[in-house]
């Protein structure tokens, strides 16, 4: 019989933020079995994936072993983590563990699209642990910008991982559990084979701040407005909430929830009683009825989403509410980079307006949800792991945690994607690649990054397109003129002529000359006509577009 | 006889970065004499601007009023305040005036596009005036990111106007003319109605930081480098080039420049007088013969542009010369919002290769080329303007800055592009709003912003696209099949069928349905297969796609 081993695999998360998935695994090799930690998604962007819904890992690694998976535990409610299990948990058909809030949001997830909610099981906090195979879970409390977030204790006959989630060191994060260095301590004690860690802000060098900081502040900034003030900040951040609509009810304001997925949580952190006090709202009908300076809205789209209601806000009205000089909205966020022209326009929307804007440049409205540098220094020293694997980063956030595990005296590796660590005794070895990628849902369907429909579409964007149909009869001969139809082009060029008659003069004068053997051959008539035509665009308008040449044959 | 008046009207760069274009106009009400100052472009995106090469401001309003235009004043040669001469240098048909390195790369452009050199004129600094109508105008010289920039002091029968141009405050800019107090006092005793002001860093507090200062920072760096050292800035910062390079001279390496744009700067700089040391470079083939601690690119592609220098040495190798462990890649730049994504990715592909990246996020190897807050107070101070007109920004700059000048107690005046002030001596009036907007260049053609071509590309990318065919005897009934062929489409949803034959099932079931009426009425039976087959789409794929539906009568 074949050694036993544990075996670590991130899907997703390794190599970029978003879309986290990491299979673990103990058995014989090729036969361990397996569970998955975080089965998240990540957001399109008009750049590389047009008309794209949402981003996910291409999970086929998985659905091909799903007799060998045991469970999978989502360590929180963000997008990142929880946003494809609806997507792929029919196809992986394991059990799914997390805490309550968390399983609540999934839940609600697993219900619209028509999949039985009780597949997620509730767990309780460390020292609870799930059996799953070879494997005993527990889910340890951790601060994050989401209610009960976990890291995970995964035990199995080959020792303890500890696998971070995602977390901040926090001693009083207003709701949820606080930073507890005596529990890590704790856990650590039996000694840990490898720390999971989260990469995120390990280039921010200042220990991270407590939630808790942030309430003066605010206070002092709503206490001082004299009209309406509206703040954003991520819908699930329910501790901002609290104490961004506690500064507003001490200022005298009714609070107003504005966006669907900010309510949401609210109700899921109240039904699942991590949030147990928090200032009474009111709905927008209600709020057009009182003085501008007795309203506070908080409203979703931080990060400049344009169907949000901070940017219908910037646009024009939201709910029957109308921004106006004199009112403050107050950016309690951070600017996800390559979010930034989003963000920026809702700035110059509101400037418009006449709004004051306060945005987190000052550092005094947010904090972030993920240790920074010397708090993950901090989390090493105290586990004390055999060795450090970053997760949860780009390449550049692996490496430096890589580099910062190092100068600390711990053992660290560096696994992007598809690679395959044995975490053994002496350390981790590489012991396989798999080959990982994108799913994109696409509509309703799931459709394979490399499958060519986005490049198509990138084409359509950057080159515009052209439809040439030509009909020919049994004779090889034309029949009429061929008939061009341009979309995304400029109409005329150079010539000032109509490119569609240009174009159509091209391809009648290279049918003309065209020679008998080609004439009958589609595929060559196609590839000929085509050619030409974009060059003769070329030369009109100085652009080769994509073409769809149909050509009928009347037989 | 009417009152003659001084006007002043942006047509591009306020409410907006880029695209600088500001109109001044004086005499009679609707017969003033004009004068422009600048004509600057703004690079387009995938987001909004897909397959656009540049986009420039409208000028039709200048141009029906060429008979009036007297000449073009260009301050400095950054693309956003010349790039778009070369478009409109004909249509216009003005006198160009500029200082001497301005000129040489103004005129470089104007013989790309085939267009006489000769239309623009060198002009020297203050206090040369230039006569245009009833302007006289000076070059005022500034310190700036680019050599020889410079403000404008314009003077009208109504009294004096200083145009800032981009600038900030430097006693030390390494190449070029330091900030003179003594000089803007000057230009400023008789009294100055209006100024006209750089807003970009009206949000950042601290006072701008001199060029000079970098240099013991970039030579401690670059001395203290093991392998390759590798730097990026603008390719117009001839100061940072000046500095980088010394930096790496004085360390014992050899200087290449890699970056078509950043010779073509030096050289300029050269020619014209304004670089008289710039340590010697070398090839990159003789580059490649030396030890790489003995080597130091300068590197275009600071923003992340993908086809610059920067990106392929990330990518892969560029003329011969491959990145590895133990380089040092050096970020003397500031990100400019948006371009976020593309620079993380050059970040990124380095971190893979193992090389070590520096950014700015310290502050110490870059200087922005714009005046601080604290540093428009000063000028303000010093030019005691009648009232200042904020230029160069986006709206929240504009309206900041206006509250920075009025908090100085300055009158001032927020004018977005469109807006015609008056500049009387009771201070500015809005007299005139001008509908202003953009032209793309697309290829070779001039495209309106509003023409439909590039929605359609967005629409297509975000959509997919269809093309169907049909052929309708001359009974109106239909010969063969419907035909469909897709682009930027998944090949099947929901029904596991094919796409294209699910289409085509449901467009030949709609013809034999459809009455006689539609069928001999092409717009109706195109407009109610266009509507079936987007239904069609949207329950097979959840996508309602573009169409294109060709109808192809046999008579």
Redesign the interface.
Known sequence: MSRERLIYMPLGGA?EIGMNAYVYGYGAPGAERLILVDLGVTFP???GT??VDLIMPDMSWLIERKDRLEAVFITHAHEDHVGGLAHFAHALGAPVHARAFTANIARGKLAEYGLAPEIVQVAGPWPQMITAGPFSVAFLPVSHSIPESAGLVIDSPAGRVVHSGDFKIDPTPIVGEAFDPALWAEVARGGVRALVCDSTNV?SPEPGRSEAGLATEIEALVAGAGGMVIATTFASNVARLKTLAEAGSRAGRSIVLFGRAMRRMIEAAVETGVLTEFPPTISAEEALELPREQVMLLATGSQGERRAASAQLARGKYRGITLEEGDLFLFSSRTI??N??DV?RI??G???K?VE?VDD?SGRYHVSGHANRPDLERVHQIVQPGIVIPMHG???HL?EHVRLAEAGGFAAALAVNGTMLELGEGGAKTVDYVETGRSYL????L?GAL?G??R???R??????V?L?L?LDERDAM??DP?C?T????????SRKPLVEVLEAEIARQVARADRKILADDDGLRDMLQRHLRQKA?NE???KP?V?V?I?R?R
Request: aromatic share 4%; charged share 25%; glycine share 16%.
């Open positions: 190599g962007e008009m750049d047009p008309g280039f980079p390559g930034e022209r920026i700035m110059n509101l400037s418009e006449g804007v440049d780009e390449h550049r490496r696409d509509g309703s369907v459709i499958d429909v986005v198509d579409r990138i359509m964007a950057l080159n515009g397109h439809t149909t009909i029949l009429g008939w139809e979309m995304g082009l400029a109409d005329a060029g150079i070329q308008i100085g652009k994509e769809t149909i009928s009347m």
